[in-house]
């Protein structure tokens, strides 16, 4: 298998699902948090999926909240879309966990329940430019590539 994904060491075995599309023709894998989390308003966090993703080369699996959420909790992600890049996977740091930064931009307090579907996950293709010579390894996420 080259696309799918697993979970990190610390949340194997712990009752979690892993993100499936509800529908036949759906774009999105929900990604649920590991966690319960309260934001009150004006809150971010960095909400714990317990998950890790493989892909082939050439692709990026891109990280949009699920609409639901936006509007009716007027929760946003902080970064608007998470880029999961493919050597994200197994890095030394976290071994991929994929974390997602959520604010909380309504006035009232959220609560996140653990397996709350708060965004989704879309596999795509990216191209890259002809003279592009990018051969560093990824070591880990959030600002880790220095140079
Ligand atoms: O919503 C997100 C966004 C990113 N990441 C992880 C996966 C991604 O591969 C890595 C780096 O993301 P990005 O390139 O957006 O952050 P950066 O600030 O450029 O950090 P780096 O220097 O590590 O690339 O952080 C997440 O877990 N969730
Ligand atoms: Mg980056």
Redesign the pocket.
Known sequence: MTRYFAFVSDYQDQGLSLPVRHTQDSAGYDMASAVRIELTPGQTA?VPTGLKAYMPPGEVLL?VIRSSWAIKKHCV?T?Q?????R??VDNPDNE??????LTNNGQEPVIIERGDRIAQGIFVRFGVTDDDVAQAT?????????H
Do not use: A, C, K, M
């Open positions: 960095l990280i992600l970064n879309v998470g880029v999961i890049d050597d994200y991929g966990h994929i974390f997602i930064p990824r070591t880990g996420g959030f600002g880790s590539t220095t």
